[in-house]
């Protein structure tokens, strides 16, 4: 299904059309699927958060706004927002720094990068205007999860420093975004 | 842009980007009320919607008969009371009603039942005038690590805690809007940190009026 096909199903949903809540699932668990296994590095988490993710897909529909954005971008934020929930209430560090251990490469798979478009391709040529690493730690922080102290264990600087190259980083983006 | 206005811009991004300590971030949570504030991190979300393409789609199990259930429990059966109510009709004792009659609590205004997706939990609400009693009819509290906590969700508003759950809950309350729904969710003891549920909804239901 082409993702423009979402929005009209999102917004049925929004109606409380339960037909239209079963097709969206069917078009998009599969992605929230994969942010959320991603980001949470357990597939009986991920699962478990999907139920959530959808839980909260019926409650909150009505909130979309098809003028303000993509039918897939809100429903990828509201799985990662609740992703990064699930990972910020953690206290157990064991399993924090098992994850980080299991994290894939950061670097951007060349076909990703052709098949990038709009906003993707925009953000991908921004990020070639960051130095390597603080583009690598934006990308840690939005795709894996990372807090301040796994990206600053990764990169091996203080958390201040770390927290000021990826403020420094992320208004340079906008800037570049917004030229 | 003035300091502040880069500072709430990045409070945003970095909200968006999820790299807040837990206490930053329920902080930024509760600015999501602010329009001004909202709109930043709507902005924030497009902006880095670009990296989506970077997470790959995994097959997913089909969650929904199980979501569903959550969502739109069947009619709950008639109620104990309803059932001693037919029988006192039909009983012609006299005394047997007034019996009856005597051990009928107040009828309460609003009634759910919160119940979990497969059997275990269920809490039953009673909303009388502005007290609501919400009783734990199956299944267990959690260990002494966690708690359940009671949510209130009207329409587009973010879920509203209304505290922490125990056996037996009395909680103040006005009367809410019809079809405000009841949900709980497992959370760290003391409840949730951030404001928000951050644990799994464990369980759900709409409040009707009775």
């Known amino acids: 299904m082409p993702e423009d096909a979402l929005t009209p199903l999102l917004l049925s949903v929004a109606a ?147 927290r000021t190259w990826l403020r420094r980083g992320l208004l340079r983006l906008k800037e570049c975004m917004e030229r | 842009m003035t300091a502040t206005d880069q500072d709430d811009d990045l409070l945003a991004a970095e909200y968006v980007l999820g790299t807040l300590p837990l206490e930053d971030r329920a902080l930024a949570e509760r600015r999501l009320r602010e329009p001004g504030f909202a709109a930043r991190v709507a902005e924030w979300e497009r902006r880095l919607s670009g990296l989506n393409p970077e997470f790959a789609e995994a097959p997913a199990p089909d969650l929904m008969p199980a979501i569903e259930a959550r969502l739109f429990p069947q009619a709950p059966a008639p109620s104990r009371w309803q059932g001693l109510r037919l029988w006192g009709a039909s009983a012609l004792s006299a005394l047997a009603v007034v019996a009856y009659l005597a051990l009928t609590p107040v009828q309460p205004d609003f009634t759910a039942v919160i119940l ?84 799994p909804v464990l369980a759900l239901g709409a409040l009707k009026r009775s």
């Open chain 1, 16 to 162: 409380q059309d339960r037909a239209a809540f079963r097709a969206l699932y069917s078009a998009a668990a599969p992605k929230l699927m994969g942010v959320l296994i991603r980001m949470l590095g357990t597939r009986s988490e991920a699962e478990d958060a999907l139920q959530e993710v959808f839980t909260r897909v019926w409650l909150r529909a009505h909130r979309f706004d098809a003028a303000k954005g993509a039918a897939m971008g809100w429903l990828v934020a509201l799985a990662r927002n609740h992703a990064i929930d699930r990972i910020r209430a953690r206290h157990d560090t064991v399993s924090d720094d098992l994850a980080m251990e299991a994290l894939p490469d950061l670097a951007p798979r060349a076909e990703t990068r052709l098949q990038a478009q709009g906003e993707a391709r925009r953000i991908g040529e921004c990020f070639d205007t960051l130095e390597a690493d603080r583009a690598a730690a934006i990308r840690g922080a939005y795709l894996d999860g990372l807090s301040y102290q796994d990206l600053a264990t990764r990169h091996d600087v203080p958390l201040n420093t770390m």
């Open chain 2, 116 to 199: 979990a997706e497969t059997g275990g939990l269920e809490y039953d609400a009673q909303l009388s005038g502005r007290q609501m009693v919400v009783s734990l009819k199956s299944g267990s509290l959690p260990g002494p690590d966690q708690a359940h906590e009671l949510w209130l969700i009207v329409g587009d508003a973010a879920p509203v805690s209304l505290g922490l759950l125990g056996a037996e809950t009395r909680i103040a309350f006005a009367a809410p809007p019809e079809g405000a729904i009841l949900a709980v969710s497992l959370e760290p003891a003391g409840g949730s940190p951030t404001g928000q549920p951050t644990g």
